[in-house]
């Protein structure tokens, strides 16, 4: 029995390239993984479950480097640990080593930006850790498009990097700052470094210097 030609046509298509379909639009978060909520002053990022063994707040600045340094050798097994609900950062940032074209507050309002907007725990963690990597201190602000390319590769919700695209307001950056440097300095004795990790579960500095603090603070538990 013959095919009718275009029949014929079709299946010599399928053939060499396969059943599939397109999808568009915006992928959606997963509703399994930890998600994001502000602080009750609003100028804090609270990234993980409610529930996490271990929950922490950081305190860091965009333009410090040991800050960076923390990121680059934490900040992977910390999106980990968030992402098997084994650790809650809430992330304080300040902005105290900012000059003229604000840098640190761009920086700043960019990760409120990415909380605000459907965004994973784990991927703004990622964020965190991508917007660290890229760090220019002292010189030129980031621009919207980096800042949303950035987000974009880590995973930020699209909605989240259509908002720092357009370079959304987010958060009152001297407030912020205003109202986090206090707890820094309650905390530290007077002292406003950064970067600060404090336990909020023994209300104790952490001492990030220490091997495996991290796997300390989540009772050794392995993150793979």
Not at 21 to 38: C, E, F, H, Q, Y
Not at 103 to 123: D, E, I, N
Not at 154 to 165: M, P, T
Not at 166 to 178: K, N, P, Y
């Amino acid at each position: 029995m013959r095919l009718p030609r275009f029949i014929a046509a079709l299946a010599i298509l399928l053939a060499l390239t396969g059943c599939g379909r397109t999808v568009t639009g915006s992928a959606l978060r997963d509703p399994n993984l930890p998600g994001i909520a502000l602080t009750s002053d609003g100028f804090g990022i609270i990234a993980g479950r409610p529930d996490a063994p271990a929950q922490i707040e950081i305190y860091t600045e965009p333009q410090c480097t040991h800050c960076a340094h923390l990121q680059e050798t934490d900040g992977a097994e910390m999106k980990s640990l968030i992402t098997l609900g084994l650790l809650t950062v809430t992330y304080r940032p300040v902005t105290f080593l900012d000059t003229g074209d604000g840098y640190s507050a761009k920086v700043a309002g960019a990760m409120f930006l990415a909380a605000t907007h459907g965004t994973s725990a784990p991927a703004l963690q990622a964020y965190v850790a991508t917007l660290w990597g890229h760090q220019n201190p002292g010189g030129s602000a980031p621009s919207d498009e980096q800042l949303a390319g950035w987000a974009a590769d880590s995973g930020v919700s699209g909605e989240a990097v259509a908002a720092i695209r357009s370079g959304e307001h987010a958060v009152d950056t001297d407030a912020m700052t205003q109202t986090n440097e206090a707890r820094l300095q309650d905390i530290r004795q007077g002292e406003a470094g950064t970067p600060t990790v404090y336990d909020l579960t023994t209300n104790a500095l952490v001492d990030i210097q220490e091997d495996g603090w991290l796997s300390k603070l989540t009772g050794g538990r392995q993150t793979t």
